[in-house]
Nanobody, 118 residues
Framework: QVQLVESGGGSVQAGDSLRLSCVDS????????MGWFRQAPGKEREFVAR???????YYADIVKGRFTISRDNAKNTIYLQMNSLKPEDTAVYYC????????????WGQGTQVTVSS
């Protein structure tokens, strides 16, 4: 069973950095494809970045070059390093897991708030 818990959110100034973490308490973390999503107030949830179980990464254009996704399978943890933050990055950030690149994201964390002020 996958259980995801995010942490690392907070309130920062534009240009600052944050690193989000997402820990899975299950036993099959290394086999899952992981993703980060975000939802700003009044907007739909949007894709941010993903990493396959073998380390292939993909980013949304709006974060490419600023955000980096990584994973530590020994710690059952997925990270999102966010640099050069902008006010428009303000959102609740969620991590999610899926069994393969062809399946839907079936497991979601509770989210962590990131607020960037100008």
């Amino acid at each position: 069973q996958v259980q995801l818990v995010e942490s690392g959110g907070g309130s920062v100034q534009a240009g600052d950095s944050l690193r989000l973490s997402c820990v899975d308490s299950g036993r099959s973390f290394s086999t899952y494809n992981m993703g980060w999503f975000r939802q700003a107030p009044g907007k739909e949830r949007e894709f941010v970045a993903r990493m396959s179980n073998v380390g292939t990464t993909y980013y949304a254009d709006i974060v490419k070059g600023r955000f980096t996704i990584s994973r530590d399978n020994a710690k059952n943890t997925i990270y999102l390093q966010m640099n050069s933050l902008k006010p428009e990055d303000t959102a609740v950030y969620y991590c999610a897991a899926r069994r393969s690149s062809l399946s839907t994201y079936d497991y979601w964390g509770q989210g962590t708030q990131v607020t960037v002020s100008s």
